[in-house]
T-cell receptor, first 118, second 112 residues
Framework: AQTVTQSQPEMSVQEAETVTLSCTYD???????LFWYKQPPSRQMILVIR??????QNATENRFSVNFQKAAKSFSLKISDSQLGDTAMYFC???????????????FGTGTRLTIIP | KAGVTQTPRYLIKTRGQQVTLSCSPI?????VSWYQQTPGQGLQFLFE???????NKGNFPGRFSGRQFSNSRSEMNVSTLELGDSALYLC???????????FGAGTRLSVL
């Protein structure tokens, strides 16, 4: 069974600053994907970034980047130049590689509530 | 392309009733997954459908069921509602093999 742990229930940061959200996971699988999803007050779950476990290079999407440490089973999200629109719940999520038929189950962490202060 | 559409957005039911929630996936997506989100339990996987077949099921009682139609639209049903079923129910669709799930805005169910 897979588990995902987010140890920071809440964080806040001043606008334009950089913030890092932590995530650790546990699995015996070797092929998997990791994600960060964002859920603003509108409730819509939005994909922020994806990391494939077989790739050593850390994923980057504009102001969002990850620090993926496979051996340590760590997957943190860095948000640079934070903006008011980044205020949301952030969920770390895990899925075993869907290369094999029949696995589309995401396992989520408990989330980190991030507030960007003007 | 239109996103994942869930209807209705809000529902209020009383204990003992049953409810049906609907999800229309992104065009071309054949996999539909359902999740329950509550403050206490967080996000929990309910089940996943692909080509009208349930492929995966989470640890929920048999009162929770679902189905998928030939056009990939999916419904989930909860019978004999309990107070603890009050939650945000999220539907997600994916292009099988991509590993990425796209979520709808959810249905907020309140059981009184």
């Amino acid at each position: 069974a897979q588990t995902v742990t987010q140890s920071q229930p809440e964080m806040s940061v001043q606008e334009a600053e950089t913030v890092t959200l932590s995530c650790t996971y546990d699995t015996s699988e070797n092929n998997y994907y990791l994600f960060w999803y964002k859920q603003p007050p509108s409730r819509q779950m939005i994909l922020v970034i994806r990391q494939e476990a077989y790739k050593q290079q850390n994923a980057t999407e504009n102001r969002f980047s990850v620090n993926f440490q496979k051996a340590a089973k760590s997957f943190s999200l860095k948000i640079s130049d934070s903006q008011l629109g980044d205020t949301a719940m952030y969920f770390c999520a895990f899925i075993v590689s869907v290369q094999f038929f029949g696995n589309e189950k995401l396992t989520f962490g408990t989330g980190t509530r991030l507030t960007i202060i003007p | 392309k239109a996103g994942v559409t869930q209807t209705p957005r809000y529902l209020i039911k009383t204990r003992g009733q049953q409810v049906t929630l609907s999800c229309s996936p992104i065009s071309g997506h054949r996999s539909v997954s359902w999740y329950q989100q509550t403050p206490g339990q967080g996000l929990q996987f309910l089940f996943e459908y692909f080509s009208e077949t349930q492929r995966n099921k989470g640890n929920f009682p048999g009162r929770f069921s679902g189905r998928q139609f030939s056009n990939s639209r999916s419904e989930m049903n909860v019978s004999t509602l309990e107070l603890g079923d009050s939650a945000l129910y999220l539907c997600a669709s994916s292009l099988t093999g991509s590993g990425i799930q796209y979520f709808g805005a959810g249905t907020r169910l309140s059981v009184l």
